[in-house]
């Protein structure tokens, strides 16, 4: 019956997600596992930091092309939103399904004007029957906008990550983590259980007298004890038929909400990311293997843009992340002054390198201030170096 029914929809041109929900748990009948949509995934918090993390980051990376209208196209690509949040929206969206798409619309002459994000449900994926290709069913937001069929690859710009598929289309790595956010999420309700329902008395009183009370001589009891003691800043006075101890609770709910955190473990596994990069500090880190790491991981990320940007629009497209692994340029004023002081390199090219990056030790303005001011810029240059490795005369300053 589903499957005639599934044939009807696709007769009737009507499209159905494969990575909707229902679908992939109809398949799930034993509910051993159940597919975490986007949207729920983002509720977890270990899961957005990372996400925020790598889109934000990627979004702050320059991708750079030498044809003016490609680069234009990049820097603003929607009229609706500045360039970081489009870009940023792209890479999330990208992270998440793994997928992510963008319609170009271009004037008369085919040249691009603009791009349109489109949320997956929006994007309908098929196989030209020859093989030859592949053509995307779209659907807009807009009600002015018609339904466009059959749209070629040429004017789509479609990132994706592993492919099960020879790369027609990509794998959400929400697949991998299945069974850890489901177990994150049944860990947090016990926690939250235990936290609502604990019970935590402040002590306990305790009647010497032969008789058993019931459940209503006990609320009395307690609650004459409490009236009778009210505000009581000195010792209690008690007779000879009461004691009272008062109690020392270790709930140790602690220990419960820690052991969720190899969740985030796992979600940064899964991504690739250091987990000092999310705020968590693993042991024996070492700063510069954090950021090389981290370094690979956007580059990971990175060349399936620089790929899918090049064969849509038909440029080179390079792409600079010096913004996002040294925004001050403190690791490349490192790198040039051991340049330096290693004899590979003169004083004037360390200079020219830290103007031409992102670097803030040395700026044009300084140079120019320095040189009205008739003060040398450069130290005096030597051949030789001392076994310290600093130039002759202890000049050197890179």
């Known amino acids: 019956m589903f499957f005639r029914k599934m044939k009807n929809l696709v007769d009737a041109s ?43 980051d990627l979004a702050r990376a ?18 609706l939103t500045n360039r970081a949040a489009f870009w940023q929206a792209m890479y999330a969206q990208l992270l998440l399904d793994g997928n992510s798409y963008a319609y170009i619309w271009r004037n008369i002459n085919g040249t691009p004007l603009y791009l349109e994000y489109l949320r997956p449900s929006q994007v309908q994926v098929k196989l030209l029957d020859d093989g030859s290709g592949l053509v995307y069913d779209l659907t807009f937001d807009e009600p002015s906008v018609a339904m466009k069929t059959n749209v070629p690859a040429s004017d789509m710009i ?8 020879g790369g027609k289309t990509g794998v959400s790595p929400l697949y991998s983590l299945t069974v850890e956010l489901s177990l994150q999420d049944s860990s947090n309700s016990l926690a ?44 209690l006075v008690l ?44 042991e024996h880190s070492n700063i510069e293997q954090v950021i090389q790491q981290y370094n690979t991981t956007i580059g990971r990320y ?21 913004q996002i692994i040294d925004i001050d ?24 390198i830290l103007l031409r990056s992102n670097s803030d030790v040395l700026t044009q303005q300084d140079i120019d201030a320095a040189l009205s001011a008739g003060k040398p810029i450069i130290p005096p240059a030597t051949e030789k170096t001392s076994k310290g490795g600093e130039p002759d005369g202890g000049t050197g300053s890179y």
Do not use: C
């Not at 090049?310 to 390079?318: A, I």
């Open 14 to 56: 009507q499209t159905v997600s494969l990575s909707d929900p229902a679908l992939i748990n109809f398949f799930n009948p034993g509910k051993t596992w159940s597919y975490v949509s986007a949207d729920k995934a983002l509720e977890h918090s270990d899961l957005y930091a990372v996400i925020s993390l790598i889109s934000s």
């Open 62 to 79: 320059d991708f750079n092309s030498a044809k003016k209208s490609v680069q234009g196209l990049i820097n603003n690509p929607s009229p």
């Open 158 to 165: 479609h990132f994706r990550l592993m492919s099960k598929n």
């Open 192 to 235: 939250r259980d235990a936290l609502s329902s604990a019970i935590n008395p402040t002590g306990i009183l305790k009647l010497n007298k032969g008789s058993l009370l019931n459940a209503g001589q006990k609320a009395a009891t307690r609650q004459s004890f409490v009236d009778a003691n009210k505000g009581a800043s000195g010792p």
């Open 239 to 282: 007779d000879d038929l009461e004691d009272y101890v008062p109690l020392e609770i270790k709930t140790d709910v602690s220990k419960l909400l820690d052991s969720t955190d190899w969740t985030g473990d796992q979600i940064s596994k899964v991504y690739h990311v250091p987990k000092d990069m999310t705020g968590t500090e693993s």
């Open 302 to 322: 990175s060349e399936p843009v620089v790929s899918e940007l090049e064969n849509k629009l038909h440029s080179d497209v390079s792409v600079d992340v010096k």
């Open 329 to 352: 340029g403190s690791r490349l004023e490192k790198r040039v002054r051991g340049l330096r002081l290693d004899g590979i390199i003169s004083s004037e090219l360390a200079q020219e």
